[in-house]
């Protein structure tokens, strides 16, 4: 394919390790005319000094708000509060579709500057489902953080690892307690990932999905040491802790991963938090006695950042050389300007559609 300019933008987030496209395949959209453009960033996994022998051209950080109109700026997190106004196309998880906090400011700004946001988490193929995400991880490390946390072996601040390194510390050691674990949306990616990790730890999920949680047994819920929540809802259900049942006295969960993090939106099937969990500190509690441990980190696979951003990059590759040409990146557009249509944006102010 030719004509299409990629714009790789450093990340904010002080924390984000990853990248959707790592240099192999910034090599492989080069050789297929693709023009590559990589900011520099001293966080990123892969140094840039990679993607630059890969074929890609580089930029300072953040220079992507001078780009060229017809730039298609690439990234994974949120933007920076300025430019007031966006003008390019932008590729990331924008959280902006689920009535989240800030999210109509952030669809103001694209509607003002004639910008477009194209959502990862709605790049789906016909039948809805994505096509390039890092739930597998996710679900994987929300696990292992929980393990770490319920065994008193996590340690704060956090910092990104290898698999190996982490898989080492989940293998059950001598004096390690045995415990009960339950994942709810277990046939997911997420849920998928979550369940290898407990039985690397040396422990057998209870998986729970759409049976069993259409019709929840709470008291079964909270007979389980551990919960990892991966349910990704896209319709109001009702929730699966409530306040009260924190206080219910024959409580035995302990320990709480919310992979999906769904905090302030009206799909959350946790509402029993307001705020997420960092990894300068991990774990809030949100009962004293018995305790009870939160773990709500919004940025999981940031800490396996090499084998997530492989993952993702292989998967988001083929989308990326049929980018304008096939259904999915049409399918995103429609969605954002739904978004914008519901919160009253005028038609017809997004010039580089």
């Not at 050789?31 to 990679?50: D, H, K």
């Not at 190996?164 to 045995?178: N, Q």
């Not at 302990?254 to 905090?263: M, N, P, Y």
Request: aromatic share 8%; charged share 25%.
């Amino acid at each position: 394919m030719t004509d299409l300019h990629l714009w790789l933008r450093h990340e904010v987030r002080s924390t984000e390790r990853r990248t959707p496209i790592v240099p192999s395949d910034a090599r492989r959209l080069v050789e297929n005319g693709v023009t590559l453009t990589v900011e520099e960033s001293p966080q990123r996994i892969f140094p840039v000094e990679e993607y630059e022998a890969a074929g890609c051209r580089v930029a300072l950080a953040d220079s992507w708000v001078s780009a060229p109109a017809d730039a298609v700026i690439l990234g994974l997190k949120e933007l920076p509060d300025e430019p007031a106004e966006l003008t390019h196309r932008h590729i990331y998880f924008g959280h902006a579709y689920k009535q989240q906090p800030g999210a109509e400011d952030l669809l103001r700004r694209f509607a003002a500057g004639g910008g477009a946001l194209l959502d990862l988490e709605y790049l789906v193929d016909d039948s809805g489902r994505r096509l390039a995400a890092f739930g597998f991880w996710a679900g994987y490390l929300g696990a292992a953080l929980a393990v770490l946390q319920h065994r008193g072996k996590l340690v704060a601040p956090l910092t990104p690892t290898s698999k190996e390194e982490l898989d080492e510390l989940l293998r059950p050691a001598a004096g390690d307690e045995e415990f009960t674990a339950l994942v709810t949306g277990a046939l997911g990616r997420s849920g998928r990932g979550a369940r290898l990790a407990f039985l690397t730890a040396g422990v057998e999920a209870t998986p729970w999905d759409l049976a069993e949680t259409r019709d929840l047994d709470r008291a079964a819920l909270l007979a389980h040491d551990v919960l990892v929540n991966a349910v990704l809802a896209t319709t109001p259900v009702p929730p699966f802790l409530r306040e009260e049942d924190l206080d219910d006295p024959a409580r035995r969960l302990r320990t709480l991963c919310d992979v999906t993090v769904d905090v302030g939106s009206p799909l959350n099937v946790l509402p029993i938090y307001d705020r997420t969990t960092e990894w300068t500190d991990p774990v809030r509690r949100l009962r004293k006695e018995p305790r009870l441990d939160l773990i709500a980190i919004d940025n999981l696979p940031s800490l396996l950042p090499r084998e997530s951003s492989t993952d993702f990059s292989s998967a988001l590759l083929p989308q990326l050389l049929e980018f304008e040409t096939g259904g999915p990146w049409g399918r995103c557009l429609d969605r954002f300007h739904q978004a914008c249509r519901e919160l009253g944006f005028p038609e017809g102010q997004f010039p580089n559609d």
